[in-house]
């Protein structure tokens, strides 16, 4: 591999991109885009197509002409790359380089980056080490105390949380995680109505809990165990139905005039894709109540829209979602609160982390993860 390049291993808990000052990813540009290593760029030394065309040669005529014609491929494009991102780095520049599985492809261009002279870093295993070391530390999640912020669609349980962050609690914000509100009409316009890949959430999940203590809690909102399209980590879900519970309750006024600002895009600019989604609750409120909904919005009456969707679909829907998620509401800490003003939720937040991010002994911590491994290599254990 040469004096220049040294191993370095993502999965290790000391392992921090933000010490490298270029992450180079070097495979095809759909999988960078599905799934990578925080702050990496795609430095792709084979695009899409040409991957495909090598891999089509190498089946179907030979290896030895798939390398070929890779290696050509290759040296093309590694040039591209210098021009682009290495032309105005200074020697002292620190580079670490990946793919799948730690082969050909990030060998290529760590050879060169090391031979012009920067510091350069390759992954043994690739991608799929990496990958590996995240779904482990997911599986450590129910290792954590939780406290949940629930509460029904429109009391801001989203600037709760931002809230508690910015006073220093440990927060995590599922939905902002996975670019989604959490309900059919949950798309955020501010990322063009997509969502992450699994793979993706994921890795947002694994970047900001590996930071955290387990000696103090972590705030979290009382989500269903799916947020859109992806699917909240096994045991970070179990660690959150274990969790004690803040249920907010706010004004149905307030509730309307937090939910119009959050989804203005419904009012504007996106009345056809409101009226789509209304479409689909068809079949949980009735073809009826659905036309009512359509005239409010036709007529632009969206204090009274906004009320009776609430009233007549997310307020029951929220009751379905609780009881499936095994949470007892009825158990849960009220907190009423007379608006979604930024001074009443301030001065919530402050007894919120008063009352409970206390943190527990560290010998406590340690023997509840303790217990949590032993439960996992117990159910990965072959049966006897």
Known sequence: MGPRIRKVYPDDPSFEPADWDVI?????PSEWAEDHVPLSISAPVLDDDERARVGTIYKRESPFLAKKVGAS??????????DAHFAHREKDTKVLVYCWRGGERSLSLAHVLSR???????????????????LEFLRSMDGFRYHLVAGKTGCAKGKMLETLEAQGAQVLDLEVMAQHRGSVLGEDPETKFSQPSQKAFDTRLWEKARTFDRTRPIFVEGESSMIGKVQIPKNTWKGMRAGTVTLLEVP??????????GYKHFETTEVPRLIEKLNVLVQKVGRKKVEEWEEMVAAERWDEFVEDILVNHYDSAYGEAAKRSGRDDAAAEFLMLP?????????AAAELIRKYDVSVPAAEAEAVETETETEAEAASAPAR
């Open 73 to 82: 491929l290759v040296a093309k494009n590694l040039s591209k790359i210098i």
């Open 339 to 347: 608006d979604t003003e930024d001074e009443t939720y301030a001065a």
């Open 24 to 28: 180079c990813d070097v495979r095809s």
């Open 116 to 134: 012009i002279g920067f510091t350069v870093g390759i992954v043994p295993g690739g991608y799929k080490r990496y990958r590996a070391g995240v």
């Open 252 to 261: 149905m006024a307030s509730r309307v005039k937090w939910i119009r600002a």
